[in-house]
């Protein structure tokens, strides 16, 4: 039921974001998207029940599809890289329709804003997906630097047009460097032991799940 479930979600989002693709994000809605798919309407409107709700159904897609297969030991870093990578490809799945959101997205600050909550819960799970906790204030302002982080791969990610989308690592491996530093330059400012990203810690701190289960339903906003 469950990959049932899955796999009549992942339909609904493909037609939508090339729907998006072809339309911009304005005039798309979800009943199109749907019949484009072939999808049953009562269906669709009782697990998406917004526009808003396909946008955040696709993030919780994309948190699924990271932390499944995520790197678990070496370097930190490494596993950072590696989940945030595994993200990106998800985007580069859906890359006309995501670029056209991302464009379109920039004139409809509402939306965007709405987005954010759903996007900080994505930066916990992917965090505590590499083992590094997310409670507390240390955990917070990690959170929110993950989404700094994040932000800075997809703006290279939109530009790059490599085909083993070399440019993008590039930026992630600079925006990881970047990371490291503030970690360690807010772990002294609070006087408390951080644990560089280039490192590997022996046992590396993990936090209570963030609120948000991806694998659980999420909320769907009403727009």
């Known amino acids: 039921m469950e990959n049932s479930t899955a796999d009549f979600d992942d339909a609904l989002i493909a037609s939508a974001l090339a729907l998006i693709a072809a339309k911009g994000w304005k005039p798309f809605t979800v009943s199109e998207a749907a019949r484009r798919a072939d999808l049953p309407l009562p269906r669709v409107r009782a697990r998406f029940a917004s526009r808003i709700a396909v946008l955040v159904r696709f993030q919780t897609r ?5 932390l499944t297969g995520a790197l678990t030991d ?24 995501v670029l056209a959101l991302l464009r379109d997205l920039r004139w409809d600050p509402l939306t965007a804003l709405a987005l954010t909550p759903c996007a900080l819960r ?15 204030l240390p955990g917070e302002l990690r959170t929110k630097g ?15 047009e490599t085909e083993d989308l070399s ?7 600079q925006g990881l460097t970047r990371a490291s530093q503030a970690e360690a330059t807010m772990a002294e400012m609070m006087g408390s032991k951080s644990t560089p990203l280039s490192e590997d810690p022996a046992e590396p701190p993990v936090g209570e799940p963030p609120a948000g289960d991806p694998t659980s339903e999420e909320s769907k906003p009403e727009q």
């Open 122 to 136: 994505s930066m916990a799970w992917m965090l505590s997906g590499v083992g590094l906790d997310t409670t507390g």
């Open 167 to 173: 440019a993008t690592m590039a930026a992630l491996d």
């Open 74 to 97: 070496g370097p930190v870093r490494d596993r950072l890289f590696d989940i945030v990578m595994r993200r990106i490809d998800g985007l580069q799945a859906h890359r006309a329709g």
């Open 146 to 160: 993950m989404l700094v982080l994040w932000i800075h791969t997809v703006r290279a990610w939109q530009k790059d």
């Open 62 to 66: 994309l948190d699924q599809s990271c």
